[in-house]
Structure formats: C-alpha cells, structure tokens
C-alpha cells in the first residue's frame, strides 16, 4: 500500500512539474494512418512534446471510439510506451468530420507534407505558429500523404527540407521533428504573454524548459 501511495504521489508530482509547459490548444491530427504502431509513435512524440491532444481520422474504424478503451489496446500502448494513458485521444471516420468539428471550436488548420501543396506552402522554419490561438496540426498517410480536402481546408501548408535522394520520412520522424519546432514556438510565446494577440504581457517570463532531474 505504501509503494501504491508513492506511486501516486510521484505520478501527482510530475503532473504538476509538466503542467505549465503544455501547449494549450494545440492538436496533432492523424489523416487515415495504415500502421497502428505509428499511431503509438505519434501519441509518445505528442506526450513528451507537450501537445494537447490526438485526434485520428480512421475510416477503418481501427480504433474504438473511447478513449478509455484506447488505452487499454495493448498495441497501442506498447508502442506509445504508455503515453497512451496520459494523452487524450479522439477518433473521426472521416476528414470532413473532423475539420467540422475543429471549426466548431474555432480551430484553424495547417497541413503537412514533402511537397508544395495548397494556398500558400513554406519551409518549417519559416512558419509562426503562435498566429492562432487553436492549432491543428494535420499529418497525412504513410501510403498517401495528406489528403486534397485536408489541404483545401488548411491554411497552409508545412514541409520539412530534405536534402537526401529520397524525399520522404515516416509519420513517426516528420510528427516528431514538425511538432518539436511548433511546440517550442507556442512555449515562448506562453512564458511572455498570458493572452492572444501578444496581449497580457508577463513582467516576467516563464522559464520554457523543464530541467531533467539531477
């Protein structure tokens, strides 16, 4: 019992640590993934990011629709090494679904992929991704890539520079490396304003990164 209480506590602990680093209103979208391994690598990368939440277009009806029953997939959660049981995850049958339901909650979008697709296409690099206060973050198929309508209904449209013969990087890899440069430009901007629109401004700043401990 006394290593059960513990346990708690240091889990309790943490929470509390992580909690002012997490970026707010910010959701990595995954467009009908093939591989239900690379839906676990996606939800750690999203976990130790710091990402909202997860949400999944699956016209295959792969995974349930609660949550709770997600985290109980045992392939799932071996892949995601757990991080299935602390991340929020929602499950769409299709595109148009989920874009309907993000626009309802004021969310706009941004759509990823190797190739110049959509209204306007830019380097990682180049993006502010602190413009809007709700972020989704769409990744495509592994088969595929994004969908046409994903793109349509974005904003824009984000890829990674490559320089290799081949142009391509599984959805474990791209998710980690586009969510990493997104998530660090929302935490900035979090330690200096407490409002939207660069409103709110702090007299002192948030400190951005948890130091691992000693």
């Known amino acids: 019992m006394e290593e059960k209480a513990e346990s708690k506590r240091s889990v309790r602990k943490r929470a509390d640590e992580i909690k002012p680093f997490r970026c707010k209103h910010l959701i990595a979208v995954l467009e009908n993934p093939t591989d239900v391994k690379n839906i676990g690598t996606v939800i750690r990368n999203v976990n130790a990011l710091g990402v909202d939440k997860v949400y999944v277009v699956d ?65 990682l690099h180049e993006g502010d991704y602190t413009a809007h206060a709700k972020l989704a973050v769409w990744f495509g198929s592994e088969a595929i890539g994004i969908s046409d309508l994903a793109v349509e209904r974005s904003e824009m449209c984000v890829c990674i520079p490559m320089f290799g013969m081949i142009e391509s990087l599984n959805l474990g890899t791209s998710s980690g490396i586009v969510l990493y440069e997104i998530t660090k430009q929302r935490r900035e901007y979090q330690s200096m304003y407490r409002r939207r629109d660069r409103k709110g401004e702090r007299s002192t700043p948030l400190p951005t990164v948890l130091l691992p401990e000693t």
């Open 59 to 123: 016209p295959r009806r792969s995974l349930p629709d609660d949550w709770q029953d997600l985290r109980g997939r045992r392939s799932v959660s071996k892949t995601s090494v757990s991080a299935v049981k602390w991340t929020f995850v929602k499950r769409f049958d299709s595109t148009d679904e989920c874009f309907g339901h993000l626009e309802r909650k004021g969310f706009k979008s941004i759509a990823t992929s190797p190739h110049v697709k959509g209204k306007a296409s830019i380097f």
